[in-house]
């Protein structure tokens, strides 16, 4: 495992001796941290790195709270990495010109600065021996030399970091070319971009497992009145079988698909989810709920399918129009769950997959007691959208 990477979707515990993010107490020696507990991968099940360059001891706290323990100094900072060493266990690595070397003296990294498409055609992936590569992109351009390193070295046996200088250039890196580069080195001395920056990675990370869906049992289907129902348009295009999660209670989400199928009246719109309500909740990363109401372009969501498989999207669009509204109620167990959805044929609930059975979504206009919906269950006590203890009655 390349220094700097993580087990996938496993959080390291931060040891008691460690402050909450902005005591940075860091005081006890060598805290219980293993190394190499925390990364992120991307679609292709791929390890990232994260490495951290400062000189800020709350930076670096905060940082080892969070499962980072690969640092990067400059020769004349050995004494602060023996210092920090001695707080906590890490692996220090020091930048001695363009090696990067670890404690032993072994090379572990080539430094590159890249200022100019001259650089950039230099850097030939056969050339390079050491276990790692990182670079510095000079000047305003970095979103396309970094799609450029990307192309360029793929299948390159080690890894490519690239220098960030903040959580967003971060990200930037992390997903060129939707594979993105092997890792980055955050250099910072800021705490709130450390902060950004693991919440980046837990979304991404949340991506990699799957939600639990339930199998529930339609037991009243209803038309209503009239309501404020909210189409949401992602910047996201979703297959057959995937949709969003949203229900009247947050305790119980109904998958609604999207409008990604053919129709013989309505062109397909398969970046468009026909939502709810504008009391409704929807599932957000993190964990969270938003109201519908709440959504707006720029905001992200969870796009979830019939197997539970999740990802994230960013909202670019959102349309509240005054539509006839049919009520869904469904049971499970003894619990009674519902939504109200606009009643059209080009809205419907995602259904359980059946061997030989290829449906995958009832529109609402069919739907009839007895059929069997997809439902996530969560806890429904809820403050700004984050889920709390506290006794709740829904009804």
């Known amino acids: 495992m390349a220094l700097g990477s993580f087990s996938f979707c496993q959080t390291a515990t931060p040891p008691a001796s460690v402050s909450s993010p902005g005591r940075a107490s860091c005081t006890r020696k060598h805290l219980a941290i293993k190394m190499s507990k925390y990364a992120m991968r991307d679609k292709k099940d791929k390890l990232k790195m994260v490495w951290v360059w400062t000189e800020n001891k709350e930076v670096f706290c905060a940082s080892v709270e969070r499962g980072w323990n690969t640092f990067l100094f400059h020769p004349k900072n050995r004494q602060l990495a023996n210092d920090w060493s001695s707080i906590a266990t890490i692996q220090p690595l020091f930048l001695e010109g363009s090696h990067v070397i670890d404690e032993q003296q072994k090379e572990v990294a080539i430094f590159y600065n890249v200022s100019s498409p001259q650089d950039l055609q230099t850097l030939k992936p056969e050339e390079i021996e050491a276990d790692s590569l990182i670079i510095s992109f000079q000047g305003e351009w ?20 690239a220098v960030s200088t903040s959580s967003t250039d971060a990200q930037v890196f992390l997903e ?151 009520l869904v109620e469904a049971k499970e167990g003894d619990e009674t769950y519902n939504i109200f959805l606009q009643n059209a044929e080009t809205v419907g609930l995602i259904c359980p997959s059946r061997d030989n059975d290829a449906k995958t979504v009832i529109p609402v206009t069919s739907l009839k007691v007895g059929d069997e919906v997809l439902l996530r269950k969560q806890g429904g006590a809820r403050h700004t959208g984050i889920e709390i203890t506290e006794f709740i009655l829904e009804k």
Do not use: W
């Open 142 to 161: 970095q979103v396309i030399p970094a799609e450029n390193i990307v192309a360029a070295f793929q299948g390159f046996r080690g890894a490519v970091l």
């Open 176 to 326: 060129a070319l939707e594979q993105g580069l092997d890792g980055v080195v955050l250099k910072v001395d800021k705490l709130d971009e450390i902060i950004r920056l693991k919440g980046y990675v837990e979304r991404r990370n949340a991506d990699c497992t799957g939600l639990e869906l339930t199998r529930a049992t339609i037991s009243k289907v209803e038309v209503v009145g009239m309501g404020d129902r909210v189409c949401v348009d992602l910047c996201s295009i979703m297959r057959p079988g995937e949709g969003l999660l949203v229900g009247s209670f947050a305790r119980g989400l109904f998958l609604v698909h999207s409008e990604c199928l053919e129709t013989n009246y309505i062109a397909s719109r398969p970046f468009r989810v026909n939502a709810g309500p504008v009391h409704a909740y929807v599932a957000v990363p993190g964990g969270k709920t938003s109201y519908l109401s709440e959504l707006c372009a720029g905001k992200e969501v969870l796009i979830v399918d019939q197997n539970g498989s999740q990802r994230t999207a960013t909202v670019g669009r959102v349309k509240i129009e005054s539509r006839p509204l049919i």
